[in-house]
């Protein structure tokens, strides 16, 4: 009777105050949790933040300028029959830079330098035209012991006044000798003759019956 009367007897108003002061304590709880959340996060995992470039503060490097002189050289067969040709011809050009564009050097003197694989060597001298271009004729003959061998040719130029340009081992002219066995010649197809016909031979047949033709024995 006791326990009913005190049950009955308790005001609403209690069990809202203890409703309300059981929420701000989880509620504070809550708070407090993510507050450290917040603070580990900032100090523990700072943002990530990505900076692309896209080459505009870092130019690529420019075109390289023409230099003032250059030479090259090179064979006009790279592979010639040895004993059908007597000779490989070779060409190389001089060439300056003015104001930004090629131009050939005139007048200047080539020696162009061959370097057989047996280690000789001969060499060769030529002027430039009016486009800077030498022509040389290397001969071939009696070379067996450069057949499937790479021969070598070199060449300088000088011109007074102008600084000297040389065609090393590393960018010469070259070509190889190779033999070619030759080709047959076909027979020529033999044509049929057309023989005349045999003459034939008539004999008279006795009692006047007419004639007979025999053809001619084979």
Not at 136 to 143: A, D, G, L, V
Not at 192 to 205: G, L, W
Request: proline content about 9%; glycine content about 8%.
């Amino acid at each position: 009777m006791v326990k009913s009367q005190l049950k009955a007897g308790t005001p609403l108003t209690l069990y809202v105050k203890c409703a309300a002061i059981l929420f701000l304590l989880a509620l504070s709880v809550l708070i407090v949790a993510c507050g450290s959340n917040i603070d580990s996060a900032q100090l523990g995992d700072p943002a990530v933040t990505v900076t692309i470039h896209l080459g505009d503060d870092q130019p690529g490097s420019p075109t390289p300028n023409l230099p003032s002189y250059w030479c090259g050289a090179w064979a006009t067969q790279t592979s010639p029959a040895y004993y059908s040709t007597s000779s490989v011809g070779v060409y190389a050009k001089f060439t300056q830079n003015i104001g930004g564009n090629p131009r050939g050097v005139g007048g200047a003197s080539a020696t162009a330098t061959v370097l057989w694989p047996d280690r000789s060597t001969i060499t060769q001298t030529a002027t430039t035209t009016a486009d800077g271009l030498a022509v040389f004729s290397i001969p071939t003959m009696n070379r067996a012991s450069a057949i499937n061998k790479i021969t070598l040719v070199t060449v300088t130029f000088q011109q007074v006044g102008l600084p000297i340009c040389t065609v090393k081992d590393d960018h010469a002219a070259f070509f190889t000798l190779v033999v070619i066995s030759p080709t047959p010649t076909p027979s020529g197809t033999p044509s049929a003759t057309r023989t005349a016909n045999p003459t034939e031979t008539v004999f008279p047949i006795p009692g006047g019956f007419g004639l007979q033709t025999v053809p001619p024995e084979h």
